[in-house]
């Protein structure tokens, strides 16, 4: 057995030398790192962008939006309680896809019986890229909605509004009114209530159908 020890250099020993550190950062590097994020960026917003174009600058001749323009306004980041047992629901459920939205109390009277009714309609009417569209209710009260409004909407989220949702929806969340929120989580467009749900659900099918086409976010299923 060897008992001869193996001495360690002392700490701050001049004679050892200095732990190698990394290359600092070049300014030549610092400048390609800020231009990959500005790309990133920029891929992730040019999908939108482009169904931006198509409603707000390229107007073919003779075309008319179903649905009111909004300026775009981002729903806030904060999560929402679910409602009618449903999880909790997160900012990030909105983004990579469009989502209509309807705001509208648990009772559920005949106007948001119809927001709902052509919102499903219009999701339906995408066919292959229905995936690509969720549907949201934002309950506005305490209750939670009755089983038999709820029976025939399936895959409707449920979540508790709350006052920052709804000050996004401007005067438009105090009734049940269809909203189209972008890949984003911006709402962009308004659809109002209309008696003839026939002619509101066809309506609401085109825009949604011309953004998709504009979109490739979410193209072949969610991301």
Not at 91 to 102: D, K, P, S
């Amino acid at each position: 057995m060897n008992d001869s020890l193996t001495l360690l250099p002392a700490a701050g020993d001049p004679s050892q030398p200095a732990p190698t550190q990394g290359p600092e950062p070049t300014a030549a590097m610092r400048r390609r790192a800020r231009r990959t994020l500005v790309l990133l960026a920029v891929v992730c917003v040019l999908p939108v962008l482009a169904s931006y174009l198509a409603f707000y600058v390229w107007q073919p001749q003779g075309r008319v939006n179903h649905g009111t323009l909004l300026a775009p306004t981002a729903l806030p980041a904060t999560i929402l309680p679910g409602a009618g047992g449903q999880a909790p629901l997160r900012h990030g459920e909105l983004e990579r896809q469009w989502t209509l939205l309807v705001a509208a109390p648990s009772a559920c009277d005949a106007a948001c019986a119809r927001a709902l009714y052509v919102s499903r309609q219009a999701r339906l009417a995408q066919a292959k890229d229905m995936e690509r569209v969720g549907r949201v209710w934002l309950v506005t009260d305490a209750g939670d909605p009755a089983a038999d409004v709820l029976a025939e909407q399936h895959g409707l989220r449920l979540a508790r509004a709350d006052a920052a949702w709804l000050a996004a929806l401007g005067d438009g969340g105090k009734a049940a009114q269809v909203f189209l929120v972008d890949p984003l989580g911006n709402v962009m467009m308004r659809f109002v209530d209309d008696a003839d749900t026939t002619r509101a659900a066809r309506g609401l099918t085109k825009d949604l159908q011309r953004l998709l086409k504009y979109s490739a976010l979410g193209r072949g299923g969610r991301e």
